[in-house]
């Protein structure tokens, strides 16, 4: 403002004496020269002024941008390397009502659940490796049919990857079921195989708000992951065989058809909750955003004894 108010105040030519036309250059010439020399520099120096005091605006945005999607990039990045880390122990099983009783064959599982051609997949599920003798945990309702079995023609069939990432089939078979906590154990042979299982955290300390990832096979389509957090807890949902299950994990990571039996994760890729029971508007069963996962530490409580005895540890004493 001071640099406009000294232009605006620059003093005005004197008026010209009289004099003869042969002197009239005299003094016209070196004034007008000495005005545009004025103005000229009062000009440059607003331009000046007016650069330091007001850079070019779009270089701003994009410097300021720049931590911003350094640190965004860091936490895709975080993300990709925990999905990388983490799918290999996640399964995709297949719940197939086989048209035949399958004969017994030296040629192995992979051969035995894939010889029927004409076997009708009834469901589908997730679950995850729990260890590297073959064992996968997941959700009863998933195996129900299979468990429940008294005619021969219900199988499951596991797909899963070795530590390489080489995916197979194998034909899981049922070593201990908990429908009261709506838990189950598959064995699978891995003869010749190398597994990765999964890191088992805790839920003890989980909080309300800190990040969460559900990865599994919603609607078939395999190793998808999903976001979101941790909504609540101590949540009590239905189980299987009608009680209830208190202690549930709420979270709104999404969590449909196919994603049962399939690990809830922490930030660092430890296995908090078994994705089990989602609430789904009427009539269109997607998910509504409400979703629950069994905490880890029922797991680990639960899955030794269906290891080794088949039962719950509850049901040994009735």
Not at 73 to 80: K, L, T
Not at 283 to 293: L, P, R
């Amino acid at each position: 403002m001071e640099m406009l108010a000294s232009l605006h105040t620059l003093p005005s030519p004197l008026p010209p004496t009289t004099t003869s036309s042969s002197s009239e250059p005299s003094y016209k010439t070196p004034f007008i020269t000495r005005r545009r020399a004025i103005i000229s520099a009062s000009t440059a120096a607003i331009a000046s002024l007016l650069h330091i005091s007001n850079p070019i605006p779009s270089l701003y945005p994009a410097i300021a941008l720049q931590p911003q999607q350094v640190e965004l990039d860091q936490e895709e990045d975080r993300i990709v390397r925990l999905f990388q880390e983490t799918s290999p122990s996640v399964v995709f099983i297949e719940d197939l009502e086989l048209a035949k009783i399958p004969k017994s064959s030296s040629k192995g599982d992979r051969d035995v659940v894939a010889e029927d051609e004409d076997a009708k997949v009834e469901g589908t599920g997730s679950g995850f490796i729990w260890d590297k003798f073959g064992h996968i945990v997941t959700n009863y309702h998933v195996v129900d049919k299979v468990a429940t079995d008294q005619s021969g023609l219900q199988s499951c069939k596991v797909l899963l990857a070795d530590a390489s990432g080489t995916s197979f089939y194998k034909e899981g078979k049922i070593v201990g079921i908990d429908p009261a906590y709506d838990l189950a154990v598959l064995k699978v042979d891995v003869e010749g195989y190398e597994l990765k299982p999964i890191v088992v955290g805790t839920s003890r300390d989980l909080r309300v708000g800190q990040s969460c990832f559900a990865i599994g096979n919603p609607f078939g389509y395999e190793n998808t992951l999903t976001t979101g957090v941790v909504s609540g807890l101590g949540r009590e949902i239905p189980s299987p065989n009608g009680r209830a299950i208190r202690g549930a994990i709420q979270t709104d990571a999404a969590i449909n058809s196919g994603n049962s039996g399939g690990p809830l994760i922490d930030s660092y890729g430890h296995v908090i909750g078994v994705n089990t029971a989602t609430f789904t508007r009427k009539g269109t069963g997607i998910s509504s955003g409400v979703n629950f996962a069994i905490p880890i530490d029922t797991v680990v409580r639960t899955v030794p004894y269906l290891i080794v005895y088949g039962t719950p540890y509850s049901n040994r004493f009735q």
